[in-house]
DNA sequence: ACCCCGTATTGGAACGATCCAATGAATGGG
DNA sequence: CCCATTCATTGGATCGTTCCAATACGGGGT
């Protein structure tokens, strides 16, 4: 067994195509083939170079790279400016997923800071013309978002995490099925005895939280439940939801699928104010599965964003359409998970 | 009032310096001064250029700046794969406020995936032959980390948040001061009149639980009063903690600091139990401010990370040291804030 | 009028890769 | 034995920028 210390040399950075030919013996572009066309060398000469490139340790230079062939192998993932207020949700095991499944295809991604506003747009425009990026990943896309249609006119390659909501949908995307998640739910509930299932939501207008509440009343009717009074609307906020889950409360609702976890959180409070807890007697499945819901006590059922897939979904699509342009486009409804815990 | 959409022109993005020139009717190099050293021009022929410069709408390539000028301006920002079970903590918040910072300065934030295991350098090597990056960022520092080393030898100019756990202390770093919050929580707590202040922390050994233990500890001689059996250690879960917390309640602790929410969530169990409920007779402040804190019932005092402050001293230091690599290092300590809720 | 000097501006060369057309080597048929 | 044909390999030109050395310009001093 040898030294632990790696064999491979820690050469400094300074190597280049033409160092590696001299090297092998052999010219400057079969050096070249050997890493993009393998096929074309004489095995021979192929393993002679091959010697050749991890003794010195080379590697390409990206920007020469990306200068010659009009790729940057960059793929560009916008932030919102924090000024806006609230910070992208759950973004942080998204960019994780999808930084390693681009990093498997030679890509890389870059953050960017997108400027609020009325001129978001001209963030994307400015990687663009510096060829900073060879594509984009979108993320919260919401109602009016003007991005898709924008990259779309300009036939740029993107993706986008999360459907088009308003206008014509163009361009690939990939979504959570939220109707899926909750209708999942919903059965869960009823097959535990269930019958007054009730919805915590958000206002209607917003297309994740519509599409979730849709998942709900579909199951309901389903099961040949009624759903008359057992829908109750809160914004994201664990006053407002308390409120409305005590009026869910109040009218016999045993169970309830909430549209977040912080509007499941709403349905603990309501019962504990009614001195009593949630568990079997009183379900609440919320969504998102956040770092909370195993903590809280007792512990909650969520739906969990299967992130991870997400993430490398989105990076399949939008390599497919660096790779074809004209391919037609492609849209990815991925179901979220439903992770029981002692809430349900 | 002009119409809404901008006068500036959308054009196709192949416009280069050669064609800038020829529309300024100046030679080429007369451009790239006008925007790299503008006080050679003459003021009337910097005009001239300015305005030949919007109306094509150029923007620098920046794979030939990169080839040319040997500099990415890209900062390299290494995740940990996934495999290794948790994803790197509170990152979101984080790499927001960096790469927002990076792109003031002309930079952007690239991210790469690190190997898990004993080679995860290599994918800083990888990097740094590619060209792919001019510095790094790191995050989640621990004992034995080997990459602040392993940069520092070879010269590349990186941050760390987080200091050096572990080792020579090299580098520059920037962190946040443990012990100066978890000591203001124990003071605020002593001002409202609470004597026997417990901690819960984790197991000894972690560098950040350490440092918090230490400030609760220096606060507590300071005012006087006493540690003994005012300790507990778990790790961070929930019902572990709630046992530990458990054991402070039994000595009859009235307040306590944790080094986590999560610890803080033991507490609020444990009383639950014992049938009393967090606040005034027995408070807590956790640490992290995460975003479940506000959730709870009643609400969490929590030590909050100035986490925009962080990211945007690192980009400040890194740019320091690229600007020049043999100023002396820098380390910066901030403060976390103490956010007051209904559990103190 | 001449020369000189500093300022403003210029085009060639280079960064390190890939594309392309051309060369050299090897094979096979007439 | 020679030429045609394929296969393997090669060096020149190129991407768009910046560095560098050289040139053109405009006065001021003698």
Redesign the pocket.
Known sequence: MHAHSSPRPRTGS?V???MVAARAG?????V??A??SPE???PQ?LERVRRAIDELGYR??RA??A???RASRLIGYGIRSSSTGVPTPVLDQFLHSLSEAADRAGYRVVLFAVAPGDDELTSYQQLLDEHGADGFVLSGTDRGDRRQGWLHERGVPYVAFGRTWSGRDVGDWVDVDGAAGTSAAVRHLAGLGHRRIGFLGWPKGSGVGDDRARGWQGAMRELGLSTRGRRMESPDDPERATEAAAKLLATGTTAVVAASDTLALGWYQALRRADRTPGADAAVIGFDDSPIAPLLFPSLSSLAQPLDAVGRVCMRLLLARLGDPERPTEHVLLEPELVLRESA
Do not use: C, D, F, Y
Request: positive net charge; glycine residues 4%; hydrophobic residues 35%.
């Open positions: 300074a280049t195509l033409e052999v010219g400057r572009q079969t070249s083939n890493i993009n074309l060398l004489r000469t390409p230079h020469a790279q200068l010659k062939t």
